[in-house]
C-alpha cells in the first residue's frame, strides 16, 4: 500500500498523536472534528481512521479500545510536524552557569536540567577526550618548593595539581613553561600520550615535570573514559505508562544496563540530532522513545546527551530543550 499521506490524513494523524500525547485516551471521530476538522464529516474521519490503521499508522492494543499511535506514527510526527516551542532561554542559562566552573560541570547540570525541564529521564555520556587539544601548559610557583599544573585545553581547564619541584634556581619555572608549551600546544591528547618527549642532555632537569604532565594527562583520559550520567531515572513512574509492570521492568533493565546506554548514544555517530521510537529501531527500546544530541564548545564536541521515556513522549518539548540547551552550551563564551 503506498504509505504517501494526503493532506487530510495528516491533520487527522497529527490531531490523533496531539491528543493522545495530552491524554493518554484514544480520540473519537467525533472529538478529532470538534477539535481539530469542523469541516470534515464524522464518517470521513472514521473512513480515514480506518485507512491509517490499514497502513500500520494506528493501532488497537486490546478487542475493546480504542485506536492509539503506533510507532510508525511517532515517527511520521516526529519528521513532520515538530516545531520549536519557546523555551525560556536566560534561565536555562542561568541554570547550567550556576556554579558551573569547568566543562563537565556544566554538561553534567545540563543533564539535569533536562530532565527537570521535561520530566523524563536523561542521561549524559562524556565525549571521547582523544582529540582535546592542549592550547598550553602552566606551571605557577607556590613558593614552598611547590608548583601548581595547570592544563588548559580548548574546551577549557581540564586539570590542576599541585606538585612537588625539584631543586630550582634561576628561572628555572620560566623555562619549564617555555618547555611544557613547546612541546605540548597545538597537539591532541591523543597524540602526546602515545609519543615521548626527548628531552637534551642539559634539560634532563626538567624530566619529573614532564612524567608528571604525562601522569596527569593519563588520568584525565582515564576518567573520562565510559563516563555516563543519569538523570531522574524514578520520572517513569509519574506516566501511567508506569501501571504496565513490563513497561516498568524494560525500562529500568534499560537504564541500569550503562554499556546499553552507551550504544544506543553513540551509534549514531555522525547524526547531530537523533530519534529512535520502539523496538524497531533500538533492540530494547519496546514501548519506549530515545531522543539525543550532541553537544559542542566552541565547535568541540563535549557529549552526547539523551531522554529517554515512553513511546508516548512529548517530542516538541523535548527536542526544543535539547536545541535550545546546545545553542546556550555552545556560547557560553560570548
Avoid at 57 to 66: K, N, W
Avoid at 96 to 124: F, P, R
Amino acid at each position: 500500500m503506498d504509505d504517501k499521506l494526503t493532506e487530510r490524513k495528516r491533520k487527522v494523524l497529527q490531531a490523533l498523536v496531539d491528543s493522545y500525547i495530552t491524554s493518554v485516551e484514544p480520540i473519537s471521530s467525533s472529538a478529532i472534528q470538534a477539535k481539530y476538522l469542523p469541516d470534515v464529516s464524522t464518517a470521513t474521519i472514521r473512513s480515514e481512521l480506518s485507512h491509517l490503521e490499514e497502513m500500520g499508522y494506528l493501532i488497537q492494543p486490546h478487542v475493546s479500545a480504542g485506536r492509539v499511535p503506533s510507532s510508525k506514527a511517532y515517527k511520521y510526527y516526529v519528521e513532520n510536524f515538530i516545531n520549536d516551542e519557546d523555551i525560556d532561554l536566560d534561565q536555562i542559562r542561568d541554570e547550567i552557569t550556576q556554579k558551573c566552573d569547568n566543562v563537565i560541570e556544566i554538561v553534567k547540570n545540563g543533564a539535569k536540567i533536562v530532565s527537570d525541564a521535561t520530566n523524563y529521564t536523561s542521561m549524559l555520556m562524556i565525549a571521547n577526550s582523544d582529540t582535546l587539544t592542549i592550547k598550553d601548559i602552566k606551571l605557577l610557583d607556590m613558593y614552598d618548593g611547590n608548583a601548581l599544573v595547570l592544563i588548559i585545553t580548548d574546551s577549557g581547564v581540564i586539570k590542576d595539581k599541585e606538585i612537588k619541584l625539584p631543586r630550582i634556581e634561576g628561572n628555572y619555572i620560566e623555562v619549564a613553561n617555555t618547555l611544557l608549551a613547546k612541546s605540548f600546544a597545538g597537539k591532541t591528547l591523543s597524540q602526546i600520550l602515545a609519543a615521548q618527549v626527548d628531552l637534551d642532555s642539559e634539560l634532563k632537569e626538567f624530566r619529573q615535570i614532564f612524567e608528571d604532565v604525562f601522569e596527569l594527562l593519563s588520568e584525565y583520559k582515564k576518567s573520562r573514559e565510559g563516563q555516563l550520567y543519569v538523570e531522574g531515572a524514578d520520572k517513569i513512574f509519574e506516566y501511567p505508562e508506569a501501571k504496565n509492570v513490563d513497561n516498568v521492568k524494560n525500562f529500568m533493565t534499560i537504564v541500569g544496563k550503562k554499556d546499553k546506554l552507551k550504544e544506543l548514544l553513540s551509534d549514531d555517530a555522525d547524526i547531530e540530532f537523533s530519534v529512535k521510537i520502539g523496538k524497531e529501531d533500538a533492540e530494547g527500546l519496546d514501548n519506549m522513545a530515545l531522543v539525543s544530541a550532541k553537544y559542542h564548545i566552541k565547535g568541540k564536541e563535549v557529549g552526547q546527551l539523551g531522554v529517554i521515556g515512553p513511546e508516548r513522549m512529548d517530542y516538541k518539548k523535548v527536542l526544543s530543550v535539547l536545541k535550545q540547551l546546545g545553542k546556550i552550551i555552545d556560547n557560553l563564551d560570548d
